[in-house]
């Protein structure tokens, strides 16, 4: 793997110069090293197997642009929308899986967030999750595998709920807000990782940041919204990562069906299992506030 990203450096930047550093930890579906071209430090992401199943490249390379401009990232000095390929300037500090849980900067992160969802920008592209949930399904369905009834299940509960979600007015975001795509650097908080930008409720990003914790999501939600909180905020949210959990088991199950879970050595059985006990459980936080929705 590294000698493939050396001669693909080499290639990219027409040097002999070309050093790997370190593997950067996170990320289930691409490996990021840490390079030096002439001593100068960047980010090489290589994409893993089967991930263009799941990620449009040529989308995700015209909203980056529009993300730059927002200047909440990194430059990019390279993309190959063919294969994936994407090589930035090395942000030169820590990403928040990296600090302690308590020393979350969230006044940072929610400043970030609103700059990206009142920018009045527009993504390429709406996110469009239930479509992207059949679109997964249908992967696992193609190979011949059958939907856990649970699944299905839970699914029919929240499609109930698919009206509500779809009237909410869409604006451009990050799509996969977690804390390991937040970096604190000496310029401030930057983000990274426009894999699954697009446009959708706001609120999507906020859920997002509760993907290993979900009270980090719902601390962010306070911080973000004040005194403007109210039930219907709180349902969105409990909303959006009941589908972020659906969304991920889909992932997972097709990792787990096509052999990933000994090639990743991560057990993808197991985590699909457990997003769709989270989602059973959020199907449940739910139904709590849908009679006092607006």
């Known amino acids: 793997m590294v000698d493939k990203i050396i001669n693909e450096a080499k290639k990219i930047f ?28 960047y980010t090489f992401r290589l994409p893993g197997p089967n991930a263009y199943h799941f990620v449009d490249r040529y989308v995700e390379q015209k909203n980056l642009k529009i993300f ?19 090589v930035s300037k090395y942000l030169d500090g820590k990403s928040l899986n990296l600090v302690d849980r308590s020393s979350y900067p969230l006044e940072d992160i929610a400043m970030l967030l609103k700059k990206i969802h009142t920018s009045r920008l527009k993504a390429v592209n709406d996110y469009n999750p239930f479509g992207r949930l059949e679109q997964y399904e249908k ?3 193609d190979l011949g595998h059958s939907l856990d009834s649970k699944y299905l299940k839970t699914k029919a ?4 709920y698919k009206p509500y979600l779809d009237k909410q007015k869409k604006v451009i975001a990050h799509g996969d807000a977690q804390p390991s795509n937040f970096i604190i ?6 983000v990274v ?25 719902l601390d962010l939600l306070k911080v973000y919204y004040g005194d403007k909180l109210d039930d219907d905020k709180y349902f969105r949210f409990y909303a959006w990562r009941c ?27 197991k985590i ?8 059973n459980k959020l199907i449940k936080v739910i139904e709590k506030y849908k009679n006092n929705l607006k």
């Open 14 to 41: 027409v040097t002999d110069n070309v050093k790997v550093l370190e593997r950067l930890l996170g990320g289930m579906s691409n490996m990021t090293y840490v390079i030096l071209v002439h001593d100068k430090p």
């Open 68 to 86: 730059e401009s927002l200047n909440v990232t990194n430059e990019t000095v390279y993309f190959n929308s063919e294969d994936g390929i994407k």
């Open 139 to 141: 992967l696992v369905l």
């Open 157 to 160: 509960k929240f499609l109930e």
């Open 185 to 190: 650097t000496s310029r401030g908080l930057k």
């Open 193 to 217: 990782d426009f894999e699954f930008s697009g446009n959708i409720d706001p609120i999507y990003d906020l859920a997002c940041f509760g993907n290993i914790e979900l009270d980090d999501g």
């Open 243 to 269: 589908f972020q959990a659906l969304q991920w088991y889909n992932v997972a199950y097709f990792k787990e069906v096509v052999g990933m879970s000994k090639e990743l050595k991560l057990d993808f059985k």
């Open 272 to 279: 699909a299992s457990n997003y769709l006990k989270l989602a």
